[in-house]
């Protein structure tokens, strides 16, 4: 299931996998080495954020928050400018809102750059 970012909601069930999109531009990075998501719990507001995957754009570096490395694979398009987040064996806790974003640097989860209004993803039976 392949689901671009910004695309509202989506529902998966434990165990499931889920693929999300994000376009980038040369706007919208420019000032920025990697691209990739991070994701906000449900009810927690920015607290709640966290750092996902990211991608060093043009290139092969990656980086993961520990909560989904070894389940979540990020990729690229280069020739699309687009990025990919590969989900697998999602759990609950997955359970967020994912948005797009520019990172100044892959694994800074605190400096970025975001668009759109992001993906609320639910994990559940």
């Known amino acids: 299931q392949v689901q671009p970012v910004g695309s509202g909601e989506v529902s998966v069930q434990p165990g499931g996998s889920l693929r999300l999109s994000c376009q980038g531009s040369?706007?919208?990075?420019?000032?920025?080495?990697?691209m990739g998501w991070f994701r906000q719990a449900p009810g927690k507001g920015r607290a709640g954020r966290e750092g996902?995957?990211?991608?060093?754009?043009?290139?092969?570096?990656?980086d993961y928050v520990d909560t989904v490395k070894g389940r979540f694979t990020i990729s690229q398009d280069n020739a699309k400018n687009e990025v990919y987040l590969q989900m697998n064996s999602l759990r609950p806790e997955d359970s967020a809102t994912y948005y797009c974003?520019?990172?100044?640097?892959?694994?800074?989860?605190?400096?970025?750059?975001?668009w759109g209004q992001g993906t609320q993803v639910t994990v559940s039976l």
């Open positions: 040369e706007e919208r990075t420019r000032g920025r080495y990697c």
């Open positions: 996902g995957a990211a991608i060093y754009i043009g290139g092969f570096s990656q």
């Open positions: 974003a520019a990172f100044s640097d892959c694994g800074n989860w605190y400096e970025y750059t975001t």
